[in-house]
């Protein structure tokens, strides 16, 4: 990816042309959020900021980007000078603010809001949507799940599934961070220090000339600490295989059929055998809906393998999130700004968001501007980048998950239910909805 | 990502380390299809045969991921000898068949047939799914827009809210394979050499004092081949505007909107200022059937940007598709393989598949034993991988997309449909499905 700066639209690299041509340099300030709640959640998780401020750091238009980009036709017009001055030396030299990983956030509060010279803020709407958005699309689901699942096992299983193979590394960083316990994904496990868990395919099992010989095989290997996959042919001959073998699996995984029924056979199975301490682990099409059945269904599962709900965020694979120009300076002055189309207005100005508690649970938060003063209440945004620099060393990811998890615990429990949730309270303060009024009044329509 | 081996699932690795201590080192034939059609579907378009190929030749154990490896719980019991010797000197030495990118396809017919020492041919699982299914998603997705498009550009505008950065570059490459006639995607345009387009933002707009000034800075550094965007504060008022500027853009661009009314307004009002040669170009939530609708109510628009729909395949974000083991050698001789799994049976053998034409339009597909004598139809497995190594140089993606346009005209109009399209019929042969019944008959249930 070299140094990642063409990894955006086209459109964001004709503008800053434009406005290095027009001598728009002076600071802007852009705001990510999310318009609206997709299909099935009251709450989104906020995630990816990690890989957004990595990107901000890093960024930089290589010899051979800056080559590609001269011929490209739409730049056939732009002054040498932004090609041999502007580019080579480009660096993201901005302030960012955001809302920490692992916060859970109600549209249409800001994730994140950039203040940089124009062409730089610009630049990185882009990628800074990409990272963000998705990461925060499959944190929000696992953590869904991971409360259905009441205190089982949840692990990701969704790199196959995921939309390629680094998205897939993403998903499982993401899922961890909203409670995972542990992911299938070992680049993931390796970069992001997530505890890995894997299970036996059925190749395995056909492999070998039968079951038994199959199971034995991996316990040579592996030793006791193993889940065995008991779905090939006939789950319940297949753990009457494992009963009868004198192996002592950590785990049985039943992959289809009904779930329900066949954990109630298969515990019987292993409990007259005496294997009270072998686990059993559910896998197979799963996501926040039917992990819920079984729980309540009673079935005696520990565990859950989740793939294509987590990793894709299937139900709403897209986040609809945006990147908008807030605030930009003219003549030494910052100047709200605000666009009007229809069903798509934005709020002008930067700002704040204040979460207020009633009793240690979260009760209201009122989307204002950041130079407001509302004691009380706690501000999600802080300052995580200054002059291109972060202000502070990344946390570890699970430290980030612990907090998640105890942000979590902060909402009304309505808000956190799968189905039929209550919606949480949202308001916009008195002063920023003045500045909105004042801002459609005079924005300029053409002229 | 190093060597992109640790990029799987943790049990393909230690599948990997138990085939080796166990002694399963003999060639296994393992095919990747897709079961079922998704939501929306009624055929598919093959894609991410280059980047399986890719990782295929590519694929090394680094001296990095060997150290992580040997300090996973799950390898603790590994003997030494696998990764001193084995994993060092991994390479995929197999063989691979496939169908063509580009080539239109239908469950359950396999896309990717590959046969290599077992250990080999089951890392890649995970991989080949990840590549393979995603790229099939968005090219399937983009085949539907650009036929009912019937002619009008249509665009990939996704990047920002496909699954992280690399996603949109392989999501913007799957697109152009399948029809669309460029990107925005600036890295994909480089990397795969497809032809890059884009407009110009609201925060373009917004940053200046008024439209007026902001379109005249535009066409001052890029001359008159632009496109103007419209929306930012009253649609109809920016079309005057452009009107009454002297400029003449080669394209103006609605984002929101009721914008079959407003295009047809639109073009009113650059027809009368004499700009008969400025197109109209719509983005903004559009799918296959927003463009079917736009197109069919005679709206007077030349393109469409499409976002999420394309690069997240929205309403399909998953395939589902599955790598499996159809055959093994044992004791020199193959033996063909099946999992009886319920819902999830898989069909033993080396598969090929033909498809037969009725005067130029594909009439039916036979999935039958690659062995097989068919004479008369296309076979749609070639050979595409020899120990190891490329059968033949990748082909220019342009060229794909040529062959995938004319493979997709010999489809039966009412399988392109996108509305209640009809089912295009395939069958097992006889020879396969002899097979298949001997196989489920004595397939090994434990014991």
Redesign the interface.
């Known amino acids: ?1 070299r140094g ?1 700066a ?10 800053m ?3 290095h ?2 001598g ?1 340099m002076a600071p ?1 300030t ?1 705001e990510l959020y999310v318009r609206n709640l997709p299909p099935n959640r009251a709450y989104l998780v906020a995630a990816g900021l990690e ?1 957004a401020l990595q990107y901000l750091e890093h960024v930089r238009f290589t010899k051979e980007d800056i080559e ?2 001269r011929h ?3 730049f056939s ?2 002054r040498d000078e932004f090609f041999d001055d502007y580019l080579p030396a480009f660096r993201f030299s901005g302030e960012v603010w955001a809302v920490e990983e692992g916060t859970p956030v109600f549209p249409p509060e800001p994730l994140l809001r950039v203040t940089a010279p ?1 062409p730089e803020a ?1 630049l990185a ?3 800074l ?3 963000v ?2 990461q925060t699309s499959v944190a929000s689901r696992a953590a869904r799940m991971v409360d259905v699942a009441a205190g089982r096992t949840v692990v990701e ?1 969704g ?13 499982a960083r993401a899922a961890f961070l909203a409670g995972c316990h542990s992911t ?4 993931a ?2 970069r992001f220090d997530i505890p ?17 010989t199959a199971f034995r ?2 316990a ?4 006791d ?1 193993t889940v065995i996959l008991l ?4 789950t319940l ?2 753990a ?2 494992v009963a009868a073998s004198g192996l002592r699996p950590s785990a049985v995984r039943l ?3 009904d779930v329900v029924m066949l954990s109630k056979q298969v515990r019987g199975i292993l409990d007259a055998a005496g294997l009270h301490e072998t686990d059993i682990f559910v896998s ?1 099409d799963l996501d926040e809906w039917r992990i819920a059945e079984i729980v309540a269904a009673g079935a005696p599962v520990g565990g859950f393998g989740v793939g ?1 709900a987590l990793s ?3 139900d709403a ?2 986040l ?2 945006i ?3 807030v605030e ?1 300076e ?1 003549s030494g002055s910052p100047v709200p ?8 207005q934005t709020h002008p100005g930067r700002k704040q968001v204040w979460r207020t508690f009633h009793g240690g649970t979260a009760g209201e938060d009122v989307i204002g501007l950041a130079d407001e003063s509302r004691p009380g209440g706690r501000e999600l945004l802080t300052r995580v980048m200054v002059r291109g620099t972060r202000a502070r060393a990344p946390r570890p990811l699970a430290e980030l998950r612990d907090r998640c998890r105890s942000w979590l615990a902060e909402l009304p429990g309505a808000v956190r239910r799968i189905d039929v949730p209550a919606s949480y309270p949202v308001r916009l303060s008195a002063a920023l909805q003045a500045l909105i009024e004042e801002t459609s009044r005079t ?5």
């Open positions: 990816m990642g063409l990894s955006t639209d086209l459109y964001e690299l004709t503008m042309a434009g406005y041509a027009a728009l802007a852009f890989q590609y980009l490209v036709p739409a017009r732009v124009l610009q709407e882009t990628a949507l990409a990272h958005a998705f299983f790199a196959r599934r995921a939309h390629g193979i680094e998205a897939g590394v993403l998903a299938s994904n070992v680049e496990g390796r890995v868990s894997g299970t036996m395919a059925h190749s395995w099992v056909t492999a070998f000339p039968d079951e038994r095989a991996f040579d290997v592996f030793g600490r779905d090939t042919y006939d001959a297949a009457r295989t992959d289809s059929g197979g294509a894709t965020s299937s694979p897209s609809g999130a990147y908008k120009l930009i003219r700004i605000a666009k009007l189309s229809p069903g798509k924005a300029s329509r053409g002229g």
